[in-house]
């Protein structure tokens, strides 16, 4: 369930979360995937439990993802 973010520079992945309409899953994708905090930590960081962690992840997952096969057919 995880993002393969290995190809792309951090700048390119700051500038598709900032696309992203819904700050909390912005800030989501930075805290996990930028930041590499472990999903319990951004749950605290975001006041969420652990499950509605998970049920957010899946939510921001699709919304980054969609905004990045966006960026790449620019």
């Known amino acids: 369930y ?3 973010l290995s ?3 951090r700048n ?3 500038a598709i979360i900032s696309m992203m ?3 909390r899953y912005q800030k989501l994708i930075k805290l996990k995937y930028l930041d590499e905090m472990e999903p319990e930590e951004v749950a605290d960081e975001l ?3 652990i499950d509605n962690y998970y ?3 899946l939510r921001a ?3 980054f993802l969609a ?3 966006l960026e790449g057919k620019r």
């Open 2 to 4: 995880n993002i393969d």
């Open 7 to 9: 190809q792309l520079a």
């Open 12 to 14: 390119d992945i700051e």
């Open 21 to 23: 309409p819904n700050r």
């Open 47 to 49: 006041s969420v439990s």
């Open 55 to 57: 049920n957010m992840h």
């Open 61 to 63: 997952r699709k919304q």
């Open 67 to 69: 905004y990045y096969k």
